[in-house]
């Protein structure tokens, strides 16, 4: 197992490059199962995840072809073979269950295994199963896995999702997009990678109205057609690296950058002191003073502050002046960052759901290990402004969501390299 090893040294300067979204790549793929033409998505991320999605829809019978250095994910599902979607594959990735909607949509039946995903929390798939019964599936659970029929097709139907979910509204959306009928998603989740979704789908002849709002209304089609649609800015990769600077000191362009994918984290940053400018190419960001303050967080479903930066955010506010207190509202068991970020000198009382961050001077240098995806990259943050060497294990998670992530940070001047072992 690989380690990186990060040493703080200082002010960053210079230019990185946002990938495409992981989240919206992991929907955007399945989509491919909806049409017997081909779909073609530029942008993609070169991730891990990817390729784990890759190797479903591959079981799946799909065809799919990671071009121009794995940019271009070219793909058909012209001869599908199977609909079942092993446990062996799903329990490496949660957003495996979003072939289950649009298996069930193009051909009436699918067998999926239940997911594992990351170690934050239950995370269970009711809310999807939910929604496809609204729409007359019939779901059977057993062995570990959702048996799906809808022999005369799918209906549309109004789901009223009782809180919000990214993944259950993608896989209704997609679902329903062949539904016989009119489906209406309500307290549905507005994040930019459903946005994305929405118009990839219009894009295969989809009718598609309300996307970005917590109404969406979908007019099913017989069938859609192929389509290239490019993956939209990563909005996590986007914050985790406006956090180096906001961190380390120095200046950073973020190339691909839009203030809008991120309005709640860029309101937090600039109440911390850290200064957002929108450029032709991205955002820039720096510090306004040598020092940041304590900021409130609250994790909510967008456009609110996205759970999946708290953990990178908390690294920032372990040296911020005065105390910071950040609620996680999303998912239960999300602060395993935190007794590692202690490890490095950091002041953090979990109780429940809530932290209470003490801001300390400056962190000190550790061995510490990720739990997740984005505690890993929290790790490596903390690492860059620490005193002497972090060393982070189990990167693993790491590639599921970073790409390039040593390269990205050396080219704006962190001392990081990544050692094999662990
Ligand atoms: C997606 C993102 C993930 C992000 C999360 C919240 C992908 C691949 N992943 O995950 O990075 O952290 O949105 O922004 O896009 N829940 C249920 N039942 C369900 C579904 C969800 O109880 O059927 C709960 C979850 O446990 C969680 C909350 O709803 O507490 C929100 O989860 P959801 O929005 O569904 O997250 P994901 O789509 O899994």
């Not at 295994?113 to 609204?134: N, Q, T, Y």
């Not at 990214?166 to 062949?178: F, P, R, S």
């Not at 839009?258 to 600039?270: E, G, Q, S, V, Y």
Request: aromatic share 4%; charged share 20%.
């Amino acid at each position: 197992m690989d380690s990186i090893i990060v040493t703080g040294n200082g002010p960053l300067a210079g230019q990185i490059p946002i990938a495409g979204a992981k989240n919206s790549c992991l929907a955007l793929m399945p989509a491919t199962l909806l049409s017997d033409e081909p779909l073609t998505l530029t942008n993609a991320p070169r991730l891990s995840d990817i390729a784990t999605m890759t190797t479903l829809l591959q079981s799946l019978g799909a065809e799919v072809s990671a071009l121009q250095e794995g940019k271009v994910l070219a793909m058909s599902s012209h001869d599908l073979t199977s609909h079942t979607a092993d446990y062996d594959i799903v329990r490496k990735m949660r957003a495996s269950i979003l072939v289950l909607g649009p298996l069930l949509a193009r051909y009436g039946e699918a067998v999926v295994s239940l997911p594992g995903g990351c170690a934050i929390g239950a995370r269970p798939v009711d809310l999807h199963l939910r929604a496809l019964e609204a729409m007359g599936a019939e779901l059977d659970l057993r062995d570990g896995y959702v048996h799906a029929k809808a022999p005369g097709g799918l209906k549309g139907g109004v789901v009223e999702f009782p809180f919000v979910s990214v993944g259950a509204t993608e896989n209704a959306l997609m679902a329903a997009t062949l539904a016989k009928g009119t489906t209406v998603l309500k307290r549905a989740a507005r994040e930019p990678e459903i946005v994305d979704l929405a118009q990839c789908l219009r894009k295969m002849g989809a009718q598609i109205e309300g996307e970005g709002t917590d109404t969406i209304t979908i007019q099913g089609v017989d069938r859609l057609h192929g389509a290239t649609h490019p993956v939209v800015t990563d909005r996590i990769e986007l914050g985790t690296y406006m956090l180096a600077p906001a961190i380390c000191g120095g200046e950073v362009e973020l190339l691909g950058g839009r203030r809008n994918l991120l309005a709640a984290f860029c309101d937090k940053l600039d109440e911390a002191g850290i200064e957002v400018t929108e450029t032709e190419k991205g955002l820039l960001v720096k510090r306004r003073a040598d020092h940041i303050k304590a900021v409130n967080v609250t994790t909510e479903p967008f456009p609110g502050f996205p759970t999946d930066l708290q953990a990178q955010m908390m690294a920032l506010l372990t040296t911020a002046e005065g105390v910071s207190v950040l609620e996680e509202k999303i998912f239960e068991n999300r602060f395993m960052h935190a007794p590692e970020l202690m490890r490095m000198g950091a002041k953090i009382d979990v109780h429940g759901g809530t932290a209470t961050v003490t801001g300390v001077k400056k962190l000190k240098g550790a061995p510490v290990m990720a739990t997740d995806l984005r505690a890993s990259v929290s790790l490596i943050l903390a690492g860059l402004a620490a005193e002497g060497t972090t060393r982070v294990a189990r990167v693993y998670h790491l590639d599921r969501g970073y790409e390039h992530v040593v390269r990205k940070l050396e080219g704006v001047g962190a001392k990081i390299e990544r050692v094999h072992g662990s």
